[in-house]
């Protein structure tokens, strides 16, 4: 403790020693306690809120940092980076909200807790309640939500009601139900779990080896991630680690853009809730609780919101997946709007850009089978495409090819794939 809050510092010795907590932070990775082992809680010292007894952890954050070098070389810039979130054990960032604000749910002694949920939030709560030993429940509107999401809360236990409604809907039922019942609303409004997800920012700091990248690329649904983050680097900041923070920006899809309406119509003063509509099924929110948060985030690091259509959602995602990396459609905006940021030369090309993948891409093989195989966009939606984009589409492309079992039938089809050149 004395050596962390270090007198030594001249600032003022209740201020932690970020020379301290750097190597702390590090050591913890080598440790095999379970809380020194988890990219949330090797950072407690700046999460002061509950005791460690209590942690409910599955070894959640320490996700990697991937070089995008294809999208890089697309884009004219010199490098581009992406933080997989999706490599959480349930394959999203929620995991990271979730230990802490479910460890607090554990203290302060709940039975019950819920959520609503685009699905992400419902797959991580189901697993963190099922290690504590909580009955969880989990709404969720019928019929929009991803298969690998809906699978994960009803493998891990959870009571998984579907309303026939949209996710918004979902947030107006729940919050009936918690003025009724001692339920503890886990969703992202819960304060702790900003405390959990703040920490993908000090993970990359450490990881870009304290340098602050430029830009961070935030997909924007519910709002709350992008505020986490902001939250992170600010504390960051005040805390004498960094002398700047990076420029948060927040992508939306077009059919699920209020805080894109709300700033370009009124500069985030007020936000009119839209009918949401899009694929990133994850992001289809058009009711954001968090939206007052982001825009001051926005705001106070310099950072912008753009939108993006279904067509450019899904080449991004193709894209993405062949770095050999992959995500979820709603991770996969991060691209689709940075293309529009280095457009409008608000990215540089010496600048360091930081995509926010939020989601692991087996939570919508649906989504990504449809693409391969050509059913994914309607003729209305491609329209408009340019020829280079069309041969962009087709490259990515790869639909199964189905062969009689015979070595000769397969070797022509290597033959074939020879003639067409090796992917960049
Ligand atoms: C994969 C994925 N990406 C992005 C988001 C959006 O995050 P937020 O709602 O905090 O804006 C969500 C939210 O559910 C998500 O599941």
Redesign the pocket.
Known sequence: MSELYSASRPVSKNRPNPGALRYLWQERRTSTMAIDQSGVWRFRDLLPIVPDERIVTLREGNTPLYEMPKAAAALGLNWLLAKHQGMNPTG?F?DTGMTAALSVAVASGYEWVACAS?G??SAAMAAYAARAGLRSMVLIPEGKIAWGKLSQSMDYGSTTIQLRTDFDGCVRVLGEIVQRAPVYLLN?VNPYRLEGQKTPAFEILEQCEWQVPHHIIV????????SALGKGFAEMLHLGFIHRVPKISVIQAEGANPLYQSLRTNGGVSLEPVTANTRAS??Q?GNPASWKKAVRILASTGGWCEQVSEREIALAKAEIGAEGIGC?P??AVTLAGLKKLVASGRVGKEETAILLL??HTLKDSEYTIKYHRGELLTEAEMMGASAEELALHASLRHEPIVLDAEADAVLRAIDAQMQSALPA
Do not use: H, R, Y
């Open positions: 999203s929620k685009t992400n939030t992202s997909p924007g649904g519910n709002l709350a991630n992008c994850a992001i929110i979820e709603a991770s939020t989601g």
